[in-house]
């Protein structure tokens, strides 16, 4: 039965455009091998497509990625014809894997190329969402945290935070205030 293919995006986790990068992260998924599945997936009556893409992989060795992003989006548009949804999140460093030790995107820096994004690929069959890069930054301080982590976090529910994992409930002004009043540089770790 294929009726839900009618409503439903195909989900391709691509991470990063670069074959080079993707084989850094563990994914194959060439740009020619994605457009032959897609222009497959459209026969089968497939419109839509939603990927997937991390910025501030280490993996880059500190090139800008955005451009590549949207270089890579447009032409499997261009290619497919298909309506593309984007998620774009910022990479967050993980204990007890090869990037651990990492640097981290800020929350300005991560917001600056999200929007250079979602602006380049503000045509019509594009549409951009993203992950709260002050949620990613959030994240980032407690996967990898320590007892100053552990305090801020013990903080910030003193102070009346709760089920911050969604965004539309998290405090964001106590978590604000929180990290302004760190005696260290949660951003930079």
Same mark, same amino acid.
């Given at each position: 039965?294929?009726?839900? %293919? ?6 391709i ?6 074959h080079?990068?993707?084989r850094?992260v563990?994914k194959?998924?060439p ?8 222009? @497959?997936?459209?026969m089968?009556?497939?419109?839509k ?8 992989? /280490? ?6 990625e ?7 989006l447009? @032409?499997?548009?261009? $290619?497919?014809?298909?309506r !593309?949804?984007?998620? !774009?999140?910022?990479?967050? /460093?993980k204990?007890?894997?090869?990037y ?20 380049s ?5 594009? &549409?951009?969402?993203y992950?709260?890069?002050f949620?990613?930054?959030?994240e980032?301080? !407690?996967?990898?945290?320590d007892?100053?982590?552990? $305090?801020? %976090?013990?903080?910030a529910?003193?102070?009346g935070?709760?089920l911050?994992?969604? $965004? @539309?409930?998290? &405090?964001w002004d ?7 009043e760190?005696?260290?540089? !949660? @951003?930079?770790?």
């Open positions: 039965n294929v009726t839900g %293919v009618q409503t439903c995006a195909l989900p986790s691509v991470e990063t455009p670069k080079e990068w993707q850094g563990n194959q998924a740009l020619d091998r994605t457009i032959a599945i897609l222009k @497959e997936a459209k089968r009556g497939w419109k497509a939603k990927f997937y893409f991390m910025i501030g992989l /280490p993996v880059s060795g500190g090139q800008d955005t451009l590549p992003i949207v270089e890579f447009k @032409e499997v548009r261009a $290619e497919t014809g298909m !593309v949804n984007v998620n !774009v999140a910022a990479f967050i /460093p204990p007890h894997t090869p651990q030790w990492s640097a981290q995107l800020g929350e300005e820096q991560a917001l600056d190329k999200i929007m250079f994004i979602k602006r690929l503000a045509d019509r069959g594009f &549409k951009v969402n992950h709260s890069p949620l990613s930054l959030l980032g301080m !407690v996967s990898r945290g007892e100053r982590a552990g $305090e801020l %976090v013990l903080k529910f003193k102070a935070a709760r911050d994992a969604w $965004e @539309e409930h998290i &405090k106590i978590w604000r205030g929180v990290l302004k760190a005696a260290w540089d !949660v @951003e930079k770790g």
